[in-house]
């Protein structure tokens, strides 16, 4: 009898939780006028013009294109620079070793408000301002702390004696750190592509400020229609829900580190 | 894990602390540079010591965006934190379950912040939203349900997306703790007796006090640099009901680019935020001792 309540109350928060996502897909699949004059909770005249928009008009379109540019970039720059840092911190004790995470810590929690201003003159000195590759540096700055940790977590799983073997055994250390190493981590560097992917995805402040038409991503267009023009609540339902699709369709994957990589690392 | 000593080992860190640093030192040099500054165009600035910081200090509207995120933060983990536990305690733990259990709770985390909020102002507007039509529909309230007018339901609206937004957070890490509990833990309960109750006091909850930990922590932090979901769902409006701290320094800085207070009023954040951090790093450090011992 508890268990069933239990799985009552579940499925209730369950489908509060999914109710607003709902209510966005309702609208996506109506015309602002039919929103606009009809309440309805169902759609009862389906249409995919909104849809149809979206991948035809090179705002918006080329908007998604450009978000999926930066986070790509952005995940290969921090796996880049985060899998051998993040071998240094499991492996070895170095001079201010504690320090260092301390501070690669503070900035992943800092305010990217505080970086606002600065951010702007900085890429604007080094010509880099409405560019893809702007966003994709600004991001580092808590993806790059971020994997190190996830990183760090699935390394020090794998015993040191398989470091030692190989050393013995002739190896480099590059080219035991690439044939070696980090094919046993591979599970671990998919996961952390994950998190490098959605948090660069779902930020919006310095992807907003960095960009102005070339490289506007998704997130930003979405801020600037709403404040615009008269809203097409149709058409900005619909761009939302596209905004979703991506990391829909990977949590599958990585549903079994999901805490992992939201606890940076940590559990 | 015993670990080697090795100082060559920061040529391996060298490189990633250089990125970061090109994002996050030069710029925080930059910001105290305005700090000090009066900057009324290109070259031409005259040092003003710490004059800002005087005037953001005594700024009544920044302590007010300051004791309204307090009480946002403070609110955020007493609601998120025991709804998170509930939901961990009831979902099931094996079979399809869950993995639509977990598919469900991580939906909500991976959309994009501003997106939230226009999920949220469709849900609610009180002409389309589906919450909004509801609610005013049983005439239970005295002034009708608008978050942009009134500023307590704007408060409520965005506490409502917070919460909506980041429990399934908690869920998912008290989730995993309660997973790395053994069975027979659960067994030798059984056996003494235990009822449901003194299960969850003595043995749950003493073994989910580090994925908590973590929890408090990172709620804490993370609502304390809410921008995005206001942003988007209310501007930090009506008036300043819901200008957190990272909303009145973005208004500051890019609609009245007031560059030296803004810059001093960064720093001021900057340093509130480290404070926090630090608190967090020992406590991290801490329980990871607890687990070992």
Redesign the interface.
Known sequence: MRIQKRTIALCIYFGLLILPIYWMLNMSLRTNADILSNFALFPTDITFKNYFKIFTDPTWYMAYINGMIYVAMNTVISLAFALPAAYAFSRYKFLGDGQMFFWLLTNRMAPPAVFLLPYLQLYSTINLMDTHLAVALAHCLFNVPLSIWILEGFMSGVPKEIDETAFIDGYGFPRFFITIFIPLIRAGVGVTAFFCFMFSWVELLFARTLTITEAKPIVATMTRTISATGLDWGLMAAAGMLTIVPGALVIWFVRNHLAKGFALGRV | ??????????F??L???I??A???I???M??VN?SLQDIFGPGQAVYVGAEWFKEMLGNHRLHDALWRQFQFSGLVLLIEIPLGVL?A????KRGWGV?A???????????????IG???I??TRP????FG?GINSLDLLEVPFDHTAKPLYAWITVLAMEV?HWT??VA??S???LRAIPEVYYQAAKIDGAS?WDTFLYIQLPKMR??LT??VL?RW?DS??I??EP??LTGGGPGNATTF??LY??KL??MQFD?GP??AF??I??LI??L???I??QA?LHVGKGEKA
């Open positions: 894990m015993e670990k080697w000593q090795n100082n060559r080992a920061w391996l860190v490189p990633a602390f990125v970061v090109f994002s996050a030069i710029p925080l930059t910001v305005y939901i305690l009831a979902m099931p993995s259990s977990l598919l469900t709770l991580a939906l909500p985390l991976v959309i994009p912040w501003n997106v226009t999920i949220w469709i849900f002409d389309i939203g589906l039509v909506w399934p957070l998912l890490l989730y995993a703790g449901g580090g994925v973590i929890a990172l932090m304390f640099l921008f995005a942003f988007a701290l990272s320094l973005v800085a890019t560059l803004a810059a960064s720093l954040y900057f935020i480290l926090f951090c630090f967090f790093y991290l």
